[in-house]
């Protein structure tokens, strides 16, 4: 940047590069902040020794250094303990002295016996010519000795600069950094430039901000690179990029880093998780906020990428908002009966949002002014995407497929928000005759009309979900809504062509706030999907179940015919998954990295997955009343894979990655497969397999003696292991044990001691390999309800019913778990588990 370049400021006072440049900064995962001390964060006066930095200079250090992944130093010519004892920083802030050649803790550099000799020598003659001349002072450092002229005459001056530079300057060497009215000889060839490239390389530091004001400060600009940002702090020429006029601006800048980059690391808006609702269209899925912040929506499928991902990384990520411009908070959002639209009401204002094939519609209604605020951000924000505006809309430009806005009649202010392009609408719904139509078009640059009114089209998407939801058979009194909500967000996570079942809608909301408990839930696991079509199979609808056997069919003849082969989990299509990714460049929900895309448990084996396909087929055959041959085939490779691997260890169903275990879960679920293959034989067909008779037997007494521990009297999460596990109540749940069995009335009663607390329980608390600590799991909380219904346990049973019900975000929907301690909701959301857990429940309290 040269001397006199002059450029426009925003509002805030900063220049718009800058602001942009700094937001991208802030989003890098490992990060540099470095400064010059005088200059830059104290103030130039006449006494060095007086140079105290600014108290916000100081603030914002510190707050930065307290940063995850955030590294800050301090990089003066000022020798490393007059640095320290003038600065006064805290130990967070790494102090390098000497123009880089003395560094603070873990960074000392010893000089060899020539460089002490060279170094005395220097001493010696620096005293001798500086002796001569008044306001010549010398300040001596471990590695070299420091000339100050800012109190000299200039004649004085003059002559030394001279002096010094055909002197000592000159001998071999000698190392010379020229500042401002300062002259630097070292004996080690060390500078700005290289502290950084040091420090860089010790913090493996993504990206640098570097600020100074002194000549001495451009080798440091000068090493800078990529997404660096180089700043310079007053008059001159520079190699920075950027010019700001003095130390206070320079302040400014780090607060707005701070700011920024605080934003990013923990969440700018972490609204809670279970306050989210959901869009479902049978293709993919979009979650809004309470006020009407569409905030994730990945297309064309759910496991695609994500257009908005705001959810996960804030407004950089992607988002489309709408509102009222006076502001304020909605007066409440709900679900139009019987479908998965969405209404969020102000006064004055209703915005109507539904997915409709290839299409996100946003409706407009009411008399007040609106603010809306289009931000797509294609593969997670990894895509720069520009926006053009037309006379109807919006083109999104730059990505592999096309993207746009149709919006007749409401003009847009595009503007660049950290390399992307960001449109602004400010909408008068009077003056368009009281409504507004934002239709967002995926894989479409057409801005066109569609043929059909807007109001027409919305009854051709709702009429299908009204029919289906009239067709259940829903329970009767409080429980009914529960239920038939539950129920379209289960049907909302089905994949209707490719018959696949999501276990949630997202990716990487966090079991632990601030944790690594982080993983992808948008493909379809067969145990999940299986309880997901059985729970909807006994409210009476097949449809999903034999999209759903289907799907399983498809997988199994993938397999060659080595069913015990099946992974856990797949695409919603039946393929499998690409290996596990981390997205670094979003922070997570609120801070909680990392973001994970892919889902590593799909290379273990986790042999409880026959049991619940083999559960669904024996409701679909009763239900149905026969059993088709397809359907059959399925149930025959279930009990083939059972009966080739069920003695083996496996992983579980909890995934934990660890070790492979003999599961008490997985050795029940397995003696299920096999007993549900004998009971749909016995009512749907005339064929007896005496061999199945005897497998189911076996393992019967292999798990009800193995799986016992006497130590804790119960069935415990695996052999030989004392610790409790929620999962080992289908000792009792699958039928194995009778209701009234001793046993199970004990199982029962340890995983109450040892895994409920309050509304939830837990999956257990074996150390599992992962820090942190998760909430309690909606499934595992309806297993107990169970349990104690079956164990005459009534009253327990409504009372934890109630507590979970209340957990619920206010449209009714439910993450993976809920910490009581927090009051908030954690995991995946919604999440299939939770609501056929729900629905088990209500239909049992029913009754």
Known sequence: MTLGTTVDLDRD????????????????????????????????????????????AVAALRSLATLPQTTVAVVSGRALRDLAALSRLPSEVHLVGSHGSEFDVGFVQRLAPDQVELRTRLQHELERIAAAHPGVRLENKPASIAVHLRTASRPVASAITDAVRCGPAAWPGVHTTEGKEVLELSVLASHKGTAIDELRRQVSAGAVLFMGDDVTDENAFRSLSGKDIGVKVGSGETAAGHRVQDPLQAVRILGLLLDTRRNWLFGERAVPIERHSMLADGRTVALISP???????????????????????????????????????????????????????????????????DSLMRRLSGNTVVRVEFAPRPEFGQVPVQLQALSDGLLVLGTSEHLSLYSPGVEWDVVDDGGHDTARAVIDLAKLGGEALLEMRMRSHDLTPHPRSTTDRLEAVEQPWREWANSLELPTGSERDVVLRSALTLRGLCHFEGGGVIAA??????ETLGGIRNWDYRFCWLRDGAMTVKALVELGSLTEAESFLRWVDGVVERTGGHPERLHPLYTVDGYELGPEAVIESLPGYAGSRPVRVGNAANKQLQLDVFGPVADVLMAVADRRGKIRHEEWRVMEAMVQAVSQRWHEPDHGIWEARLPPRHHVYSKVMSWMTVDRGLKVLERHTNEERPEWVELRDRIAENVLHQGW????????????????????????????????????LDTVLAVEAELRSGPVVYRYKWDDGMPGKEGGFHICTAWLIEAYLRTGRRADAEELYDQMLATAGPTGLLPEQYDPDLERGLGNHPQAYSHLGLIRCAQLLSK
Request: aromatic fraction near 8%.
């Open 13 to 56: 006072g900063f220049d718009p590069a800058l602001r942009s440049a700094l937001s991208k900064l802030a989003r890098v995962p490992q990060l540099l902040v470095a400064c010059d001390y005088d200059g830059t964060l104290a103030p130039i006066v006449e006494d060095p020794a007086a140079a105290a930095p600014l108290p916000e």
């Open 291 to 357: 006020d009407a912040r569409m905030s994730w929506l990945c297309h064309p499928r759910p496991d695609s990428a994500a257009i908005f991902a705001d959810l996960l990384g804030g407004a950089p990520a992607g988002h489309f908002s709408v509102g009222p411009q006076r502001g304020g908070h909605p007066l409440g959002q709900r679900y139009r009966n019987g479908t998965m639209t969405i209404e969020t009401r102000w006064s004055g204002l209703t915005v109507t949002d539904w997915l409709e094939g």
């Open 505 to 510: 809608a997202t990716t990487s909301l966090p």
């Open 709 to 744: 521990h006497e130590g804790t009297k119960a069935y415990t999460v695996a052999y030989g292991f004392p610790e409790m596990d929620a999962s080992s109540l289908w000792i009792g749940l699958s039928g194995l044990l009778a209701d009234d069995d001793p046993r199970f």
